[in-house]
């Protein structure tokens, strides 16, 4: 799929000014992401950081595609799915809408340029979506800063009829197609619930500042409090990584972003990430036994995880065509999920 989708925007790059990214499952799905299984059965085949490169290839080489790119969100939008579609030129969101970085769920951290497009939202909102792994509904996603519109579902037919019929026209921009969204959009406040509670709270030089945020306003908030046990469910190694990234992602552009974010990959705790992925998605509703505790991380070190220079992965020079090989292979032979 990684592989047919880069062809893809190949073609679309020296044939077309517009590009609709849609799904076949409308109303459902968008795209909820990578195969999590899968990544694990790569690094126990030790062909992970092909399968990590190629991965982030697809939604750099997305984020970096000639034409105008749209997005209709009607559906699950995760992991992957946000990846490839964050970056686009405009993003549409639907009452459908289910818009979600769940990583610190799993043992792993918000990746495919989270690091970039999270740490750019409004007050401090993509921290606090990493940390809790909560999702973005309908038009959250619109007032959360994540999505450029809202458009009901029953609507999106006829705005893509009429964005594919401009498509036609020599002069077409990006200006003339927001202008035909513009007329099937609603009028939605851009205020997302608790926004100015999160700037305040996810707001901190250091992780145990924001835990102790979280904390304190918990015991006299309800909202606080939903928030501060969702945290506290989630791996306590995940939010070391997500808070340092965000962080950093600031100050990165997207290609520095997937780099570091690569890199990390590669050194990410395998018991939190095994452990997570078998209790969350294989064996479903276990709990998961984490590597070290919230008290922990105070004694964990930045630069035992994070490089010290980023070193520029090249995305665009890599080809896939061994690695498909290896992949090819691997599914040639049995495998137990139950087993990684």
């Not at 940390?131 to 029953?154: C, H, I, P, W």
């Not at 030089?205 to 904390?215: A, D, G, P, T």
């Not at 276990?286 to 630069?303: A, G, H, I, M, Y």
Request: charged share 25%; aromatic share 10%.
């Amino acid at each position: 799929m990684q592989l047919g989708l880069i062809k893809a925007i190949e073609e679309a790059n020296s044939s077309a000014k517009v590009c609709i990214l849609t799904s076949t499952l409308p109303g459902k799905a968008f795209c909820a992401g990578g195969d999590v299984t899968e990544l694990l059965l790569m690094f126990k085949n030790n062909i992970q950081e092909e399968g990590i490169r190629l991965y982030y290839k697809v939604m750099f080489e997305m984020a970096s595609a000639k034409p105008i790119t749209i997005a209709l969100w009607d559906g699950i939008v995760m992991g992957g799915g946000a990846g490839l579609s964050t970056n686009c030129n405009i993003k549409i969101a639907t009452e459908n809408t289910v818009y979600a970085m769940p990583e610190a769920k799993l043992g792993y951290f918000t990746d495919v340029g989270a690091s970039y497009f999270l740490s750019r939202l409004k007050k401090n909102i993509g921290l606090y979506l990493a940390m809790t792994a909560n999702s973005l509904k309908g038009k959250e996603a619109y007032q959360a800063g994540v999505a450029d519109y809202f458009v009901r579902s029953k609507n999106l037919p006829a705005l893509e009829a009429e964005i594919e019929r401009i498509a036609q026209v020599p002069t077409v921009n990006e200006g003339l197609i927001r202008e035909i969204i513009e007329k099937y959009a609603e009028n939605v406040e851009k205020v997302y619930n608790g926004e100015d509670l999160i700037a305040e709270i996810f707001n901190g030089k250091s992780l145990s500042e924001v835990l102790e945020k979280l904390q304190k306003e918990s015991q006299r908030n309800v909202m606080v409090k939903n928030w501060y046990e969702d945290v506290m469910k989630n791996c306590p190694l995940s939010q070391f990584y997500i808070f340092e990234l965000l962080k950093r992602g600031k100050n990165l552009n997207l290609h520095e972003a997937l780099s570091t974010e690569a890199y990390l990959a590669l050194r990410v705790n395998r018991k939190d990430f095994f452990g997570g992925v078998r209790a969350v998605l294989i064996n479903k509703g276990r709990k998961p036994n984490w590597s070290v505790t919230f008290d922990d991380l105070k004694t964990q070190k930045l630069e035992d995880y994070f490089p010290e220079t980023i070193e520029l992965v090249d995305y665009q020079g890599f080809q896939p065509e061994a690695f498909r090989n290896k992949i090819a292979q691997l599914y040639l032979n049995r495998f137990d999920y139950s087993e990684l």
